[in-house]
């Protein structure tokens, strides 16, 4: 069984430009999840989604960051436009129900350094 | 809220020594405990869960972890430390039963080396 998929791997850009992230998921995990991981840290939520329909993004910056997740199946996730601060590793996650066994599959991550 | 204190951002051990990786969660609610393994430049990969089960929790790659409640721990061992067991080690909190798949909480983290 495949992993949860995402591109690109790694992204170097120069501030104030856009860039996008993708993730697909484990197939027939309805909830999808972005975190924000900064060097030395532990992840942090961004969004969460339900199929396809935020059901948390209390932690997104929203002046800045978007994400959709259509059809409920791949999501991506935007900077736009893009800050020093934002260098970071974006990881995407999925988990298979929706009555909380908890445990989250995660893919590699995309590395981002904004110059 | 929930939240996991992971005593200890590096931990040095020898190669065949005991390791311990110290973990102290807040929880509102009878909380799902977790700890995954993070490798140099790939995602979290969980070792082991706790799910209201059997409080002694055995992982992969020979690693356990116990939940106390009286202590509010659930610290990570793993009797003789491998030169493969470098790697970040994170601990993890959510509510758990019937409040679905809400976020996960990590800690900061435990950076694990391995002295040969």
């Known amino acids: 069984e495949a992993g949860v998929v995402q591109s690109p791997r790694y992204k170097i850009i120069e501030k104030k430009q856009p860039v996008a992230f993708w993730c697909n998921p484990i197939?027939?995990?309805?909830?999808l999840y972005w975190y924000l991981q900064n060097l030395g840290q532990g992840p942090e939520l961004l969004i969460r989604?339900?199929?396809?329909?935020?059901?948390?993004d209390s932690q997104l910056p929203k002046d800045r960051f978007s994400a959709e997740r259509l059809k409920g199946v791949d999501s991506t996730l935007k900077i736009q436009p893009a800050e020093l601060g934002d260098s970071a590793v974006y990881l995407c996650a999925s988990s298979p129900d929706t009555m909380g066994t908890g445990e989250l599959f995660f893919g590699e991550g995309s590395r981002l350094t904004v110059l | 809220a929930q939240s996991v204190t992971q005593l200890g951002s590096h931990v040095s051990v020898s190669e065949g020594a005991l390791v311990l990786l110290r973990c102290n969660y807040s929880s509102s609610v009878p909380p799902y405990l977790f700890w995954y393994v993070q490798y140099p430049n790939q995602g979290l990969q969980l070792l082991l869960k706790y799910t209201s089960a059997a409080t002694l929790v055995k992982g992969i790659n020979g690693f356990e972890a116990e939940f106390k409640k009286s202590e509010t721990s659930f610290h990570l061992t793993k009797p003789s430390a491998h030169m493969s067991d470098a790697a970040e080690y994170f601990c993890?909190?959510?509510?758990?039963?019937?409040?679905?798949?809400?976020?996960?909480?990590f800690g900061t983290g435990t950076r694990l080396t391995i002295i040969p």
């Open positions: 989604y339900e199929n396809e329909e935020a059901v948390d």
């Open positions: 993890a909190v959510t509510r758990g039963s019937n409040f679905g798949n809400e976020k996960l909480t």
């Open positions: 197939s027939g995990h309805n909830t």
